[in-house]
């Protein structure tokens, strides 16, 4: 979703990104739902004119006739704003990565076992805060909030901020009851990259029994553009091997697991390298899991993987484990130590996954800035 | 929120209910903001507004040369149809009544304390799901999914299906930072019923360490009614005192402790009636915990109360603590028994709260009656 700049969302369009320049969908196509400001109306439309729509597209860029007026639609990545690609419905934060989770269990439950006993039999989620989703790009003030101190909990800005590097997912036909594993590609329409901005802090002592509630809704970021997933079939792999095998609803249905390779930056330098084709849960399983209980699904509601991490150190998608809870600070390149983030840090996230020609697609970035906590 | 009935929100538009008659609000007044189908565009319109609304109401029913033209305007409750009264923004359920939280800690961790040590901090609160909130009078059709078994996890309907009658509150005017707790009448437009089935089997084992999704997730009802909190202020009574003093921003501003009583009917008889003024935490607190990490709010962004429970018995909320988790079924006037809901079971929860005049003041009610699960 792009506009000609300027504040706000006026004029915001649906662009397509090749190279570093936009398309213009609106005035290529001549189609009007792309001229409204959100992916919603499209994705509404269904994969069989997903499917027409990436096919006039390719033909356009490729043909010879069309090159000339294509071309004239084209307006430089330079020269626009990005926006929202969609109008959220509901938001669930997956916790699908065994990698991940264990982590986090050996961070924080040290000596416990990493996983819940549950953790192999159903992909854990929650529900996360829709209204706080923002653009890529947008700064992130610090969080204020109580952390657990000795004599009672304390108030103030958070001290251990950390970002979650996520691959999220956008439904575009909505569901009224369960939609099973083999049904994925009918009701998602594609893929974006999410910074699920976390507050350790805050986390550890509000998160018992129900969940985490501050630490994670005063901002989640989001890439401006979103892969449909019918351009990732050159990037689909078999997902771990399943062991236990889960109940039949989660039986996977041909490989859903995806070949995309995240990169962290942090301050422009590459922390972590995340591999999501290592992600235990697949996204269909995920859908599939979110709906067995009957649960109806909209246009535009997003899900997402959780923290994206693989086996080695330089693939972990955060900072709660990149530094081991603050055990083991991370050196950066330019000699800067880091246990969380500090005021003026910035994120960037990208990822890529195979192409069908050989290349490899890019999905942009999600990036943001930290500001320091507004003072009450 | 009304329309002349058929299948459909269509002609949807607001009605203010009297006695058993629906003022048809967009005629009445000449205001086209009331002929939308939701409260949202008024509701942002914000307090000064809400108030020169009902006085005007309350001057269309009172002076005697407008009775003729308002009572024009009157349709019998019979005979109109009733909808969701707003469009659902984010949904937080919190845990809000000490009686309720103690109740449940004492069935899920026997031999525990029966609060977790942040309880009295802060109003602990989750996201639900806003796409399946609904209005009353909705069939809920019970939830099939995961269970804790002996040999691993086993699915089907859940065996462990409960009410929770809560209180909701609506916010009007929404906010981009903290919302201290002596700004509340500011943002929130009014309140309203709410039962959030709760699956207890599904909860049990995928809660940790997350919290509650599908147990919560496949329908939320909501009374057609939405009472102005300007209309509540004879209902104002001072909170249960605090124990310890709450963290600074928490503090109470004026007493927002809201004498509302609860009646809880299954199949028609009277169980429980839950008295709200007995909630640890005020509705005001829970914004302003909301929002102190900096999240923002939404005109039609909800929050709930949590179940709401009293020190007696027959004041409890929900059959998890009507039933002490099975142990103690309950014994309905006409012999039949129950620890939890059974299938064509329905739930009718209604509230009062003292009018300026002595009468009380009705909330209308939230129904719901549930079906057998959809086998996949």
Sequence with gaps: MFSDGGDGTGGARVGVRIGDSVLDLARALGDEVFGEPSLNAFMAQGPARWAEVRARITDLLTAEQHRGPAAATLRPLSAVRLHLPFTAGDYVDFF?????????GRIFRPGGEPLTPNWKHLPIGYHGRSGTIVPSGTPVTRPCGQRRGTGGPTFGPSRLLDFEAEVGFVV?????????????????FGVFLL?????????????????????????????PWVVPLQALE????SPP????????????????????????????QLVARPPFAATYWTAAQMLAHMTVNGASTRTGDLFASGTVSGPERDQRGCLLELSWGGAEPLTLPDG???????DGDEVTISATAPASDGTRIGFGEVTGQIRPAAHP
């Design 172 to 188: 575009g036909v909505g569901s009224s009851g369960p939609v099973p594993v083999r049904d994925f590609a009918e009701h998602v």
């Design 336 to 342: 800067s130590v880091r246990s969380f983030l500090e």
């Design 234 to 237: 050159p990037a689909r792999v």
């Design 96 to 104: 699908g990565n065994e990698y991940h989770a264990a982590n986090a």
């Design 195 to 223: 910074n699920d901005w976390s507050s350790r802090d805050l986390q550890a002592w509000e998160s018992q029994p129900l969940g985490p509630f501050l630490a994670k809704s005063f901002a989640t970021s989001v890439s």
């Design 241 to 268: 091997p399943r062991d236990p095998e889960p109940l039949p609803y989660l039986a996977d249905a041909g490989p859903w697991g995806l070949d995309l390779t995240l990169e962290v930056r942090l301050n422009g």
